[in-house]
């Protein structure tokens, strides 16, 4: 697959995911329709629907019925996450779930106008999940090379990294040092992490503002435990943090151990 062909087929899924979160009761179908039939019709993401909808980790009729009324709660793995949210919408585009129902049944909104209810659903699970897999994105497109005639492998089109997935290593000299060393990184960013969200909670900002800077920051930690961390894409998801208390320099540490 040509480079060119990668970066306007993530454009196209920019735009249609742009339509989706604008959407009123008068369009939300039609654009949902379109954005799904895209991701399973495009030649690139169609390679991105596979991995998301064949994700082994999740069992999306399992996650559906733990939820209740106001408390629908999505995995904290963020692989799982996007996988149960665009999984969510496929069934909802294939009637599977209405998502009138879905949202009577399991969100709390404040109006039965159907247009707050599209909002409430768009807020909860479309704006996430097109914020996430547009970080991958993101990371994709910095591995394409410059000139969109060349080729591309699909080995960067990965996006989902499974937990079993472990660092293949040729060790030369003292294994048991390097491997100290690994593990030495590994808690401390551990911790680091760990502080950086306990210091967000401690903020005085909106509880809104506070679980999106969350998302954020897990989004990081995931990031930052594949085998070759984009130290790039962490260090600006870190900079969209507020640069309040002790955030900044936590957040600089973390950088520093990348």
């Not at 039965?112 to 479309?126: F, K, M, P, T």
């Not at 999106?212 to 790039?232: H, R």
Request: net charge negative; with cysteine; aromatic share 6%.
């Amino acid at each position: 697959m040509k480079a060119g062909k990668i970066r306007r087929s993530i454009q196209r899924f920019e735009d249609h995911s742009s339509d989706l979160t604008s959407a009123d009761m008068n369009s939300f179908e039609d654009r949902l329709n379109l954005l799904i039939s895209y991701c399973k019709s495009d030649t690139f993401f169609q390679q991105i629907d596979k991995q998301l909808i064949e994700n082994k980790s999740v069992d999306f009729d399992t996650w559906y019925k733990s939820n209740s009324r106001g408390k629908v709660k999505f995995p904290t793995n963020i692989d799982e996450r996007l996988s149960i949210m665009y999984e969510l919408l496929c069934r909802i585009n294939s009637q599977e779930i209405s998502y009138l129902s879905f949202c009577c049944e399991f969100l709390v909104v404040g109006s039965s106008q159907i247009d707050a209810h599209i909002y409430a659903l768009n807020e909860i699970v479309s704006e996430p999940l097109f914020r996430e897999l547009g970080y991958r994105l993101e990371e994709i497109e910095e591995e394409l090379p410059s000139d969109n005639s060349d080729e591309v492998t699909s080995s960067i089109f990965q996006i989902i990294h499974h937990a079993d997935n472990v660092i293949q290593q040729n060790i030369i000299g003292d294994g048991n040092n390097q491997n100290a060393s690994i593990t030495n990184t590994n808690n401390e960013l551990n911790k680091l992490f760990s502080d950086l969200k306990a210091e967000i909670r401690t903020l005085e900002i909106s509880q809104e503002e506070i679980q999106e800077n969350i998302e954020s920051i897990v989004a990081c930690e995931d990031l930052a435990q594949q085998e070759t961390p984009k130290k790039g894409v962490i260090k600006r998801l870190l900079s969209t943090l507020p640069s309040l208390g002790s955030v900044a320099s936590i957040a600089s540490a973390i950088i520093a151990v990348l």
